[in-house]
Structures are given as structure tokens and as C-alpha cells.
């Protein structure tokens, strides 16, 4: 009953990491709050889906479709929303973010309809894994793995890569970046692309198989993303995937095991990422591996 | 008297006559935007003037809307109550807010930031939690009905005519929410401009550099989450009495992200730009949707394939949100600021301390 | 404080007691106002739906039975010599926005001939009993029955899973001992259910196995597995139609023994154009008192019938919700016509009497038959029992006529 339980919540966590990412790539870059990552998330499922099950293009061609979609999207708001306010206080940045998801979260219901989901046609369908006793989604097993994979590219290009080197630095040191003659506004923008096509495959893999497809709620889980990058520091990049795997690992199993822990109230599980997150930052006010603050005084 | 206390009469005397002169869907708007307003004038109290993200407002609103409705109702067989006086539960559930946010305030003083802002969170999906959990206190996932003020609701004999105006529970209710919201003007605009007010804005502007200084600053952030609570607990009670029921699903995460805006499209620490600010958020999303079908081509029923107006609402309730903050950072309150000042009032009146400026740390680097 | 406040103060607080002492009654000059929503030639109601929220779909789904009832009795002349017409307003599910659109609209309307949402409901309650305001309420929760405006159209849901444990152990072969599941939604429409089916398992000697879930919950895997590790094979389903997608889905693809089988709002024929159709048609049924779109009664077949020659392009989404908005119209009408009964002129007052005054309401088989005479008493305790197919209009296919358990006979709900 453990192992399914872990491994699930392996395969969550991995999704959830995607997403706390995504938000911390944008936090450490520009210092704001990005309230439109649900959006992003839905805009890439949602043209995932209507691709691949709407169109019936091939399932790879659909996937390109959403990841470009949601980094364009991300991409124009940074461009002419965001960066216009350069300058200016960092909460009216992030509140102006708000203004975009409601239009955005909008628009992709409108879309989704009155049938309430849109199904997506992903290679993996309902089909199982089965290993002696375990019986395991495929769809799981390949968000795991794919989330893995997306994870490690990215960390190897932060750190090998040019344009990476060069996020790194700008978050590190700002001015010395700028003296070296990296443009922020390159890296900041590279930022919020990273940010969209992350929530993209996050999104896909909300929807695949045991969801019926997308629906109007599956924003909602964009949010479990703030409580793990809160976890794990939010200048942190692993300590963004440390936190999407705890948040993932302790849904799950206290999903599991909720008829033992009914004494705590039913529904408990919704509300354990935040308890976790609570708990940590009583022992550790910046997270489990976010830099402690600095003053000048 | 001076102009600014000529202008803060005039509004008043016509707010006061507003139930003379609108009908009841505005006065009822005007109700949600006043309860509104009070605990705007808290959130941007300890955000604006002290520099403490909170994300957790909806939490201490709960605190005083439950805690009047539990304080002012009877025992009954679905829930329980203490069946006191509503006029004496109103300003209990504020201090029960108020020790609420006492109590968190020592975790709030470890945290900083968006750290703390995140942390605030969770106290709202653990309080939403507790709320649909606890049936004999909240009447659980239904919620309960809330005791009225009396005197200040609806006539069980008819209706009555006040000069000729239908005289019912909106009309009567402007006015206590009235001097509610006065009220907590005033008292902002003292501790603004007090000493208190000084500590506050020095422990949001440079905290290491106050506490050398000799501010303390852990019992500042403490009386700001105090007050702020405390505001948000009388904000409760208003939109209890606004609504006449509490529900569990109202205080949610929505909420506070609402009262986050209300704040920063108002203008952050100033008291106009709070009340602006709830306004604008409260009642614009009704307002549009009520005259949406004024707009043109939009889709007539569910069969079509257009926008409804309901959604079109919604478009120009976040265009509204984006072009504010686009084209004044600052909010409503910087808006009204731009305006050229005429023959400048004498310098007796000494410009409102009650100004963020954004420090080193909060400008951006998009 | 400094004086100007404390003038400011004291000219608020006379203000506030002039006012509340001064209102006076206005005389009522002969012959009362006629009553809100009521002309000479026309009769208007208000709707409060959803249209923009998570239950859009439902919301959609009974406007167009409700259109397509009065469009037709409308061309017949109507009810009471009047013409019927609708105000709708959209609240999205969200309980603010009913409150506040209820305020727009209560004062121009007889009564409201839809009101959707149990926490609007809920929100709502005292609000309408306050201003006496007749509510058909799309819910069919028995807590709603404590206000004596509220009309719930059907057997509620606490009725309908005590008829599906027993439909369940004469028909499917859950027997006495065995364990039995349920999977409910956060709120009145789940709390309610469980009510029902505690009090089915401690009268049949079963073990129930509670599991709650939240509206925001997509993945019901943890919830299936886990009660199929504790031996269960018949899961009670109160939960959105997406969620019984899942939960069946799971189940199919792990190739467990598992039956399932829910309310009304647990199903939408939507779910059939998808890749749940095979699972669902195998692991599915449904409990309601609303008989399926393709039910062979007078009245489903009539429905189908205005369906097909005047909104053939909705055809494809209409289902048991259309179904449930067409005897709307039909209950409304027959409402209307018991209370300007005799030339009586028609007062909100009028029209709850005239409510609680119906001891059998038919619907041509529609909707079971109603009892509206006993004010806080379920109305209808009786069900249909019906089983997903993509072939039929609907999406549902009749496999048990209307019925009720013993139980649910003499079933009197916790207070």
C-alpha cells in the first residue's frame, strides 16, 4: 500500500516541482510574485488538448504547440506589461499579474465550455504499468520520468550553458552582471519564457489519465506550487524541487491514508502542503535551503 | 475649519444622504464597499505603513465574522452560541481578530517578505479548514445566519417610508456602517501621524537601522498585526452583516488576494487610497455585470457561440486591474495625486505622512 | 480626538437615531400595490444560475429545457392569462455575487423560478424567507427543506442513496456484511448524501467507507485505491461529473471490481464523447428522480421530440439537467395556476400557499411524482435507476422504473 502511495507521490511531486520552478526562475530574476502562473498552466494544457484530441495533430506536434504557447504568452507579458513598470514597486508588479490571470483563467474556461473538461490525446491513455503485484499509470510513470528529464536539462544548462551562466550571475550579482555586459532585460525575459513552458508540461501532465482532461479547476493546482517553493527557499532552484517533492510525497500519502487520519477533519489533504510549509518555516524562516537575508544597514 | 477637514465633511454629509438619493442595488454595493474599506484600511495599515506582507487577511476577517455570529447567536440545535447582545458581540469579535493576529505575531516575526506573505497563507486554508470542521461552532460547510443589529433591519410589519424613501435594511444599515468606516478613518489617520506611525514606517523602511536606533522592533510588527487584525475582525463583522450569512467558502485565498489588490490599486498606506481601492474591487465585477448587456456584440444565451456579458464582466474587471497599475503604479491614490495643485493650501498643513515610496530593496529589475 | 471629529461624530450619531425613529408606515392607499413581477399581461421570474462558473454546463442544460417549456406554453396563452418571462442573472458560483444579484433582482420578480448552487442556496436562505420569495431551488438537498419557500424538485439526496444501497443489494449482489464506498464532494450536496447512505449501511449491516473529497481534486486514484484495499466493490458517488470520469476511469484501468453509482449532478452525457465511455458504460449508474432524456414516459418523449425541431444543434449536450428544466417549467405552471385559482390575484403570499397546497404533482413522468403538502417534508422518495449509453439521446438508458426502498419510505432526516 506504501510503494503505489510513494511512487504517486514521486510522480505529483515531479509536477509540482515543474511548477515551483517555473514561479522561482521568475521571483529570482525580477523579484515578482508571478499571481498569472495558473494562467500559464491552463493556456498550455489547454492548447495541448485541443491539438491532440481537438485537431488530431500527432501528440508531439501538440506539445510543441502548448509549450510555445504558453512561453509566448509569457513572453508578452513580461515585454509589455511587465517591463514597462520597470523600476516601480515590485507588489504593484505582481497585483498587475493578477489583472492577466483573471483574463486569462477566463477566456480558457469560456473555451473549455459547458461539457466542463477537455480531454487530451496523450500516447499514454489509461494504460497501466504492471510489475508483480503493482499496478502503476502509465501517464505517471511518464511524468515522472519526463519531469526528471526536463528538470536535469535545465539544471545543466544553468549551470554549463551561456545564457545560464548569465541568469545565474544576474541573480547573484546584478551589478557586477551589468558591468560584465549582461543584459537583464535578455535574462529577465529568457526567465519568464523558462517560467511558460515549464507550467506547459506541468500542465500536460495535470490532465492526462486519471483526469478526464482539462477542466476548470486544474488551475487550482498551480497554487500547491507557492507552499513547495516557500519550502524550499524562493531563491532557491533546488530547493524548488525539494519542495514540489515533499508537497507531493505528503499529499499523497495523507490522501492514502486519510480514512486513519479522519480525526483531523475530512479534506485534510488539501491542507497538509500548507501545514508542512508552516512547519518548516518555524525552524527555517527562509526555507530549507533559501539564502538567509542580508541587511545593509 | 481646514480643507482637508471641509473635503472629509463634505464627503460624509454625502454619504449621509445617499439612501435619500440611490436605490437599494447601490446601497447594497455601498455596504460590501464600506465593510470592504474597513479592512482594506487594516491590510494597508500593516502593509503599507508597516511593511508586513500579509496574505492571511481573509483568516482575520473570518475571526470577527464567525466571532460575532457565534457571540450574538442563540444556542440552537444545529450550532451553538452565547446569545449576547449583538452590540455587545460586534466589539468583542474585533478583540477576538485582534488576539488572533496577537498570537500569530510572534511567527510573523520571524519571517520576512514573501516568506511571511506565503506563511499568512496557510493560516487561511488552515482557518477555511477549521471552519468546515467544526459544525457546532460554524454551522459547518452551510454556514449560519447572522443575528441583525436591532434596529437596523427590516421591519417585520411592512415596510416603512422614511421622507418618502422606502425605508428598509439597507437604508438603516448605511448609516452604522457609516460610522464604522469613519471611525476607522480617524483612528488610522492618528496612528499614521503619530509616533507610532514614525516607528512603523522606520521598521518598514530600514528595520536593522530602526532597532539600532532603539525602535523595538518585534513589539512594533506585533502592534501592527494587531491593529491590522483588529480592523480586519470589524471589516468581518460589516460583511456579516452585509451578507447576513457566513459561509466557509467566502474566506478563502480569493479573498485575501482581493484585499491585496484593494490595497495596492488603492495606493499602498495611504487611507483614501484603501477606501478607493475597496471600492473598486468590491463593486466594479457587480457593477460591470450589471450593465454588461449595454455592451455590443455580445452573445444573447448559453446556446450562443460569443462571449456572454457576465465573461465580458470579467475581461474589463482585469483590463480595469492592469491599466490601473500600468499607468500609476502607485494605485488611485497616485492617480489623484498627479492632479496639478492649485493656490497651495498654507504650508500649516504638512504634506500626508502617509506616503510609500518604494525602498531599495522593493524596486524591480524586470 | 480633535473637535471637528467628534462634531462629525455626534451629527453621525443623530443622523442614525432621527432616522430609525422617525420611519413611519405609509398609509396604504386603497387597493395594495400590485405584487413585484406582476403586470396585467405578463408574469416575470428570476433566475440566478451559473454561467460562467464550474456548473455552467448544468446551468446551460436546464435553460434550454426551461425555454423550450415556455416558449411552447407561452404560444398557448400562457398561465394565469399572463405571458411568462424570465430575468437571468449570473452569479458564477460564487456566493457574493448571487447575494448581490438577488438584491437586483428581487424586487421585479414574482418568485424565483431557478435559483443553482447549494452554498448560494445556503447564502441565501433566511434572505428569501425574510422577503417571502418562492425559490425553486436546483439542489436536492433536504437540508433546504427547513425553509418553507424553498421547492426542491424531487427525491432528495439523502433518499436517493438509501434507494441505491438497496437497489444495490437486491439487483447487484452486495450483501449484508460487505463494505460499501463513498466518495463525496465538500458541502451540502455530499454531507447530505452521507447522511443517507450512514443511515442505509446501519440498517442493511454494512460498513461504510466515508471518503471526502474537494471540489478542487482531479485525481480521485488515492480515494479508489485505498477502498479497494479495504475490499470494497459498490462506491456511492456524490462528486461532479469529471470526478466520476476519473474515479471510474481508475478503477477500469486497474482492472479492479468495482461498481459505482451516483446522483444526478455525478453524470453528464459530455463524458461519454470521451476516453471514460467504455468504463463508464461497464462500472456506471445513476439514481435520480429525473427520468433519463430517453425514457419512453409521455414526457421525456415530448421533450425530445421540441428538442429535435427546434434546437437540433443542442442536441447533442442535452440531458437529464434538460429534462430537469422542462418539468421546471411544468411544476412552476402548475404552481402559478392553483394560486391565481378563481380569479385571485397573484401575490407572493398567493403563490406559497398555492405551492403548499399540491399534494401530487405529475410531470408526465419526468420527475417522480411530487407532494408539496407538507411544509419541511421530502417531496418525492422515489427513484429511477439508469446506466450510461453513447447511443441514446441523453446518454443514459432506463434500467429500473421508479422505486422505493422500504427505508426510504420512512426515512425522516436529522435536524
Known amino acids: 500500500m506504501v510503494i503505489p502511495l510513494l511512487l504517486g507521490g514521486l510522480s505529483l511531486g515531479a509536477v509540482y516541482a515543474l511548477l515551483a520552478l517555473g514561479f522561482v526562475v521568475v521571483f529570482r530574476s525580477s523579484g515578482v510574485v508571478n499571481f498569472a502562473h495558473p494562467a500559464l498552466l491552463m493556456i498550455g494544457a489547454y492548447v495541448i488538448a485541443r491539438v491532440s484530441a481537438g485537431a488530431g495533430r500527432p501528440f508531439l506536434i501538440a506539445l510543441l504547440a502548448g509549450v510555445l504557447a504558453a512561453a509566448a504568452v509569457a513572453l508578452v507579458v513580461q515585454r509589455f506589461l511587465v517591463r514597462p513598470m520597470s523600476g516601480r514597486s515590485l507588489i504593484a508588479i505582481s497585483i498587475m499579474t493578477l489583472g492577466v490571470d483573471t483574463i486569462a483563467q477566463t477566456e480558457i474556461i469560456r473555451r473549455i465550455g459547458v461539457d466542463g473538461y477537455l480531454p487530451v490525446a496523450d500516447p499514454w491513455g489509461d494504460r497501466v504499468v504492471r510489475a508483480g503485484d503493482l499496478v502503476f499509470p502509465q501517464s505517471r510513470v511518464a511524468a515522472l520520468v519526463v519531469a526528471a528529464l526536463v528538470i536535469t536539462a535545465f539544471l545543466l544548462w544553468l549551470r554549463y550553458s551561456s545564457w545560464g551562466v548569465a541568469m545565474r550571475a544576474v541573480a547573484d550579482d546584478p551589478q557586477t552582471a551589468a558591468l560584465m555586459g549582461i543584459r537583464r532585460t535578455t535574462v529577465t525575459a529568457l526567465a519568464w519564457i523558462l517560467a511558460g513552458m515549464l507550467a506547459a508540461v506541468a500542465g500536460l501532465f495535470l490532465i492526462t489519465f486519471p483526469s478526464p482532461g482539462l477542466q476548470p479547476v486544474s488551475g487550482a493546482a498551480a497554487l500547491r506550487a507557492f507552499p513547495a517553493a516557500i519550502i524550499g527557499g524562493l531563491d532557491s532552484i533546488g530547493g524548488a524541487i525539494a519542495g514540489g517533492l515533499i508537497v507531493g510525497i505528503a499529499e499523497s500519502v495523507v490522501q492514502g491514508y486519510a480514512a486513519d487520519l479522519s480525526f483531523l477533519g475530512a479534506g485534510v489533504h488539501s491542507v497538509v502542503p500548507y501545514a508542512v510549509m508552516l512547519a518548516v518555516l518555524l525552524v527555517r524562516p527562509s526555507g530549507l535551503f533559501g539564502t538567509k537575508e542580508l541587511y545593509r544597514v | ?101 496577537l498570537l500569530f505575531s510572534p511567527i510573523a516575526a520571524r519571517l520576512r517578505g514573501i516568506y511571511l506573505g506565503i506563511a499568512t497563507l496557510g493560516l487561511v486554508f488552515l482557518g477555511q479548514h477549521i471552519l468546515a470542521n467544526a459544525p457546532r ?61 514614525r516607528a512603523l514606517r522606520a521598521v518598514r523602511d530600514r528595520e536593522l537601522m530602526a532597532g539600532i536606533v532603539g525602535v523595538p522592533v518585534t513589539r512594533f510588527k506585533a502592534y501592527a498585526f494587531l491593529i491590522s487584525s483588529m480592523y480586519a475582525g470589524l471589516g468581518g463583522v460589516l460583511v456579516a452583516l452585509a451578507f447576513r450569512r457566513v459561509v466557509p467558502e467566502t474566506f478563502g485565498i480569493t479573498l485575501s488576494i482581493e484585499y491585496l489588490a484593494m490595497v495596492v490599486i488603492g495606493g499602498l498606506g495611504i487611507a483614501g487610497g484603501a477606501i478607493a481601492g475597496a471600492a473598486f474591487v468590491a463593486c466594479l465585477p457587480s457593477v460591470l455585470e450589471r450593465y454588461s448587456d449595454l455592451l455590443p456584440g455580445l452573445a444573447a444565451g448559453p446556446g450562443d457561440a460569443g462571449i456572454s456579458a457576465p465573461v465580458a464582466g470579467k475581461f474589463l474587471y482585469g483590463a480595469a486591474v492592469i491599466a490601473v497599475l500600468l499607468i500609476e503604479p502607485a494605485g488611485l491614490a497616485g492617480l489623484a495625486r498627479r492632479r496639478p495643485r492649485r493656490a497651495p493650501a498654507p504650508a500649516a498643513t504638512a504634506p500626508p505622512a502617509t506616503e510609500h515610496t518604494p525602498t531599495d530593496k522593493e524596486v524591480s529589475h524586470p | 480626538m480633535t473637535r471637528p471629529s467628534v462634531r462629525l461624530g455626534t451629527v ?60 411552447a406554453q407561452n404560444a398557448a396563452g400562457g398561465v394565469c392569462g399572463r405571458t411568462v418571462q424570465f430575468t437571468v442573472k449570473d452569479h458564477g458560483y460564487k456566493t457574493d455575487q448571487a447575494v448581490a444579484t438577488y438584491a437586483q433582482i428581487k424586487d421585479n420578480v414574482l418568485a424565483l423560478d431557478e435559483l443553482l448552487g447549494s452554498p448560494e442556496i445556503a447564502a441565501l436562505s433566511d434572505t428569501l424567507e425574510q422577503d417571502k420569495m418562492p425559490t425553486m431551488a436546483v439542489s436536492w438537498s433536504s437540508a433546504l427543506l427547513a ?68 471540489s478542487t481534486d482531479t485525481d480521485l486514484t488515492a480515494q479508489v485505491t485505498a477502498l479497494h484495499n479495504q475490499g470494497v466493490r459498490f462506491v456511492l458517488l456524490s462528486t461532479s461529473s469529471a470526478q466520476t470520469a476519473s474515479a471510474v476511469s481508475v478503477a477500469e484501468a486497474n482492472g479492479f471490481d468495482m461498481s459505482f453509482v451516483g446522483s444526478n449532478p455525478s453524470f453528464s452525457p459530455a463524458l461519454l464523447a470521451g476516453p471514460a465511455r467504455a468504463a463508464m458504460q461497464k462500472r456506471y449508474y445513476m439514481v435520480a428522480s429525473t427520468a433519463p432524456l430517453s425514457s419512453t414516459a409521455a414526457g421525456p418523449e415530448k421533450l425530445r421530440a421540441e428538442i429535435n425541431a427546434k434546437a437540433p444543434d443542442q442536441a447533442k449536450s442535452a440531458g437529464t439537467f434538460t429534462v430537469y428544466g422542462y418539468a421546471q417549467g411544468m411544476i412552476m405552471k402548475q404552481i402559478l395556476e392553483a394560486a391565481c385559482a378563481g380569479g385571485a390575484e397573484l401575490t407572493r403570499d398567493r403563490v406559497l400557499t398555492a405551492f403548499h397546497s399540491l399534494t401530487t404533482v405529475q410531470t408526465d413522468g419526468l420527475i417522480a411524482p411530487l407532494d408539496y403538502s407538507k411544509p419541511g417534508q421530502i417531496p418525492a422518495r422515489q427513484v429511477f435507476v439508469a446506466r450510461p449509453d453513447a447511443t441514446v439521446p441523453g446518454g443514459l438508458t432506463q434500467v429500473q422504473g421508479l422505486f422505493a426502498a422500504a427505508q426510504a419510505t420512512t426515512f425522516v432526516p436529522k435536524s
Not at chain 2, 473635503?7 to 454619504?15: N, R
Request: proline residues 5%.
Open chain 3, 12 to 71: 453621525l450619531f443623530t443622523l442614525t437615531l432621527v432616522t430609525t425613529g422617525c420611519a413611519t408606515t405609509k398609509p396604504t392607499g386603497g387597493g395594495a400595490a400590485a405584487a413585484p413581477g406582476v403586470t396585467a399581461s405578463t408574469i416575470t421570474l428570476g433566475v440566478l444560475t451559473d454561467r460562467t462558473g464550474p456548473f455552467a454546463g448544468a446551468g446551460a442544460s436546464i435553460e434550454l429545457g426551461r425555454r423550450l417549456f415556455w416558449e
Open chain 3, 147 to 214: 425553509n418553507p419557500y424553498v421547492i426542491v424538485a424531487g427525491t432528495t439526496y439523502d433518499v436517493e442513496m438509501i434507494n441505491a444501497v438497496d437497489w444495490l443489494m437486491r439487483n447487484r449482489g452486495l450483501a449484508k456484511g460487505a463494505a460499501i464506498g463513498h466518495i463525496y464532494l465538500e458541502g451540502d450536496y455530499g454531507s447530505n448524501a452521507l447522511a443517507g447512505s450512514t443511515a442505509a449501511a446501519a440498517a442493511n449491516g454494512l460498513t461504510l467507507r466515508p471518503s471526502q473529497i474537494k
Open chain 2, 1 to 101: 475649519m481646514s480643507r482637508r477637514r471641509l473635503a472629509l465633511a463634505g464627503a460624509v454629509a454625502v454619504a449621509a444622504a445617499a439612501p435619500f438619493l440611490i436605490d437599494s442595488f447601490w446601497l447594497q454595493q455601498g455596504l460590501f464597499a464600506m465593510a470592504a474599506a474597513v479592512g482594506a484600511l487594516g491590510l494597508t495599515l500593516l502593509l503599507g505603513q508597516a511593511g508586513q506582507l500579509s496574505l492571511g487577511h481573509s483568516f482575520f476577517l473570518a475571526a470577527g465574522a464567525y466571532g460575532y455570529t457565534f457571540l450574538a447567536s442563540g444556542a440552537g440545535p444545529r450550532a451553538g452560541g452565547l446569545g449576547l447582545s449583538p452590540y455587545l458581540a460586534a466589539p468583542l469579535a474585533v478583540l477576538l481578530a485582534g488576539l488572533a493576529g
Open chain 2, 137 to 197: 461552532l460554524t454551522g459547518g460547510d452551510n454556514g449560519r445566519s447572522v443575528p441583525p443589529l436591532p434596529g437596523f433591519d427590516a421591519d417585520p410589519g411592512g415596510v416603512r417610508y422614511l421622507l418618502n424613501v422606502e425605508w428598509g435594511r439597507e437604508q438603516k444599515l448605511w448609516y452604522p456602517f457609516l460610522a464604522g468606516l469613519l471611525l476607522a478613518y480617524l483612528v488610522f489617520q492618528a496612528i499614521a501621524r503619530s509616533r507610532t506611525g
